[in-house]
């Protein structure tokens, strides 16, 4: 386990800009396998952030991003497609009745134990760079649970159902964030792309003031949380920052320079190349020249770290990433 602080420290004033695109799926890949496997076999998806690790040159290693595990866990139905990531199939609760009868799990249910090997596996042979595991936001998971859209509608008509059921969901949370800790992981990258979709006054009042709870029970010197919303176009961003972590994630949709001016120095700022429209679809040279234009519009950042905007997806072109480095490294060479 690392002294984070000295490590955000070492990235903000050290020579070279750091990279941390979250991209275990490219992984996975490399060890032959397919998604639906390392999803399932915390030993396959330990497998592939290392073969990742050896490959490339990340300044820390991310587990996948797998916003189904959760959800699972307290009961709803999972599909698993062979080589994509899972996604939840309907509805688990629609009302206060059923919200209140709603059992928060314990953790050996579902694939939660699977995901605890990977981190644990990950932690104790990883060693030269920290080691992120993920998990979902409260708000994101109520969504799967309600449905996004009603439990949209509910935050208005009956907000004291959905108050109810985000107790519940942060109190398995931060549980399952606790026990990621033990395993001696370096932090834990909390996603929240559902929060992006409401206005900075609901983002606080029903995700940051849940999450800002497990930040301040959980995150130390030697455990580093960061926020990732991939929703947000710039409009919560002061509703993320209420949270308190040290670190915060952005999606392509959001403007990194207008980012990087709202956000505090003492913190890491992500992201954010779009993952799909950019490391999937585009070439490798205009990958590289996306990434080196983005490197240099946040040169007066010093707490900058470049990443892609979200995970990136299945099949990405082995020279889009190789691409992506060799922008990073002629940078850094300035």
Avoid at 120 to 129: T, Y
Wanted: glycine share 8%.
């Amino acid at each position: 386990m690392k002294n984070m602080k000295q490590w955000m420290h070492d990235a903000m004033t050290g020579k070279k800009r750091y990279a941390i695109p979250i991209m275990t799926n490219p992984g996975i890949e490399l060890c032959k396998a397919m998604v639906g496997d390392a999803v399932k076999n915390g030993n396959i998806h330990y497998e592939a952030i290392a073969k990742l690790n050896e490959v490339y040159p990340a300044d820390a290693v991310t587990a996948i991003m797998d916003l189904t595990v959760e959800a699972e866990a307290f009961g709803a139905e999972i599909i698993f497609p062979e080589d994509e990531v899972p996604t939840v199939k309907g509805k688990l609760v629609n009302n206060y009745d059923a919200v209140m009868a709603l059992q928060v799990p314990s953790l050996d249910k579902g694939r939660v134990s699977e995901y605890l090997k990977a981190n644990r596996l990950s932690a104790g042979n990883i060693k030269d760079k920290p080691v992120f595991a993920g998990c979902i936001g409260p708000f994101s998971l109520a969504g799967r649970l309600y449905d996004m859209t009603e439990m949209m509608v509910a935050m208005y008509t009956e907000p004291e159902t959905v108050h109810l059921l985000l107790e519940k969901c942060a109190g398995f949370i931060t549980n399952y964030c606790a026990a990621i800790k033990e395993t001696g992981v370096d932090g834990v990258v909390i996603a929240e792309p559902a929060a992006g979709l409401v206005s900075n006054e609901d983002c606080f009042a029903f995700s940051s003031k849940y999450i800002k709870s497990l930040v301040d029970k959980l995150q130390d010197d030697n455990f580093m949380i960061i926020l990732h919303n991939c929703g947000n176009t710039g409009h919560c961003t002061g509703a993320m920052l209420e949270v308190g972590a040290m670190g915060y994630h952005f999606g392509n949709k959001a403007d990194m320079v207008e980012i990087l001016g709202q956000c505090p120095s003492d913190v890491l700022v992500m992201g954010n190349l779009d993952p799909v429209g950019i490391f999937k679809m585009q070439s490798a040279n205009e990958v590289k020249n996306a990434a080196k234009k983005l490197l240099e519009a946040t040169t007066g950042y010093k707490n900058f770290v470049i990443s892609s905007g979200c995970d990136v997806p299945p099949h990405v072109p082995f020279a889009n990433i190789e691409a992506f480095y060799e922008a990073l490294g002629k940078f850094n060479l300035q």
